[in-house]
Nanobody
């Protein structure tokens, strides 16, 4: 079993910054892609950013220039640095990862962390 645990959400004023973290633990052989999604109130879940083990990171248009995704492979952890936050960034942010286990490559989600941008 694999667990993804997010942290770092909270309430921030417009223009502020937050850094989200997501640590993977459990029966992990290797981790492929790690990424972040979000679900704004009343809307569908949408991608934010992703980073492969090797290769180029990808960002949704709403995140480009403001958010930075990074990962620490030694710690099985992915981060999302969010700057210049806007009220429309308010959402539950979910960590997502493709993990190799004894059962093959499987997709896992964290429980979500709330980010609220408001004055």
């Amino acid at each position: 079993q694999v667990q993804l645990v997010e942290s770092g959400g909270g309430l921030v004023q417009p223009g502020g910054s937050l850094r989200l973290s997501c640590a993977a633990s459990g029966s992990i052989s290797a981790i492929s892609r790690m990424g972040w999604w979000r679900q704004p109130p009343g809307k569908e879940r949408e991608p934010v950013a992703s980073v492969p083990t090797i290769g180029t990171t990808e960002y949704a248009d709403h995140a480009k220039g403001r958010f930075t995704i990074s990962r620490d492979n030694a710690k099985n952890t992915v981060y999302l640095q969010m700057n210049n936050l806007k009220p429309e960034d308010t959402a539950v942010y979910y960590c997502n990862s493709a993990v190799w286990t004894e059962r093959g490559l499987q997709d896992y989600w964290g429980q979500g962390t709330q980010v609220t941008v408001s004055s």
